[in-house]
């Protein structure tokens, strides 16, 4: 219902926000190399440190990375679709925080269930988009020509549509209205994303 949730890199709040407001050029480049630095393994002339967006897009991808080689069969990048890159958001979900009833559940659609139930946890909804923006915009800055990135091939923002559409009923939250909700919506997509990486939040 809302085309603008289903954008991806190009509308990700985060990548807007986060982008020029630590754009301050460093003066400070007298030394010829590093030298005087501990250990920033940057031999070019000492950037601005990244941003939360952007160090959470460098683990995004890393961590990608490493299920492409933990593929059996192995995977390379290049032979990655969005077929794979569905797959891989599938795997992520055992590591979700988020309950998601299944419809034979007394609390299926239950925002706040009074008791305790046996359904999955799983990514939110809003997790797994925020990934698939950064991973996105990985891949182009990888090298990844844009007619072949599998982060937006049209399967995956089928897929995302779909996780949100099933979410909202299973949980009682409609996305679209995330304002009445917020505390709800926010606290468990912030949880989601960073449980299988290195918590840093
Ligand atoms: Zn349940």
Redesign the pocket.
């Known amino acids: 219902m809302n085309p603008a949730s289903v954008g991806g890199a190009a509308t990700d709040p985060n990548s807007i926000s986060e982008g020029p407001s630590s754009g301050v050029v460093i003066a400070s480049s007298t030394l010829p190399t590093a030298s005087h630095q501990s250990g920033a393994g940057e031999s070019s002339s000492s950037p601005p440190p990244p941003s939360r967006y952007e160090s959470q897009k460098r683990r995004d991808w890393n961590t990608f990375l490493q299920y492409l080689k933990n593929h059996k069969p192995p995977l390379t990048l290049a032979r990655c679709s969005g077929a794979h890159v569905i797959e891989f958001l599938k795997y992520l979900d055992q590591f979700g925080k988020t309950?998601v009833?299944?419809t034979g559940?007394p609390?299926?659609g239950h925002p706040n269930?009074p008791a305790p139930?046996?359904?999955p946890l799983k990514q939110a909804w809003g997790s797994l988009d925020a990934l698939i923006g950064r991973l996105r915009a990985a891949y182009d800055e990888n090298g990844g020509r844009p007619e072949s990135n599998p982060f937006a091939a049209k399967a995956v923002r089928i897929y995302l549509r779909e996780v949100r559409e099933g979410q909202a009923k299973a949980r009682g939250i409609p996305y679209e209205k995330k304002k009445r909700k917020r505390s709800n919506t926010i606290t468990t997509a912030a949880v989601g994303v960073n449980v299988y990486i290195t918590r840093n939040i």
């Open positions: 309950k009833h299944i559940c609390y299926f269930p139930c046996s359904c």
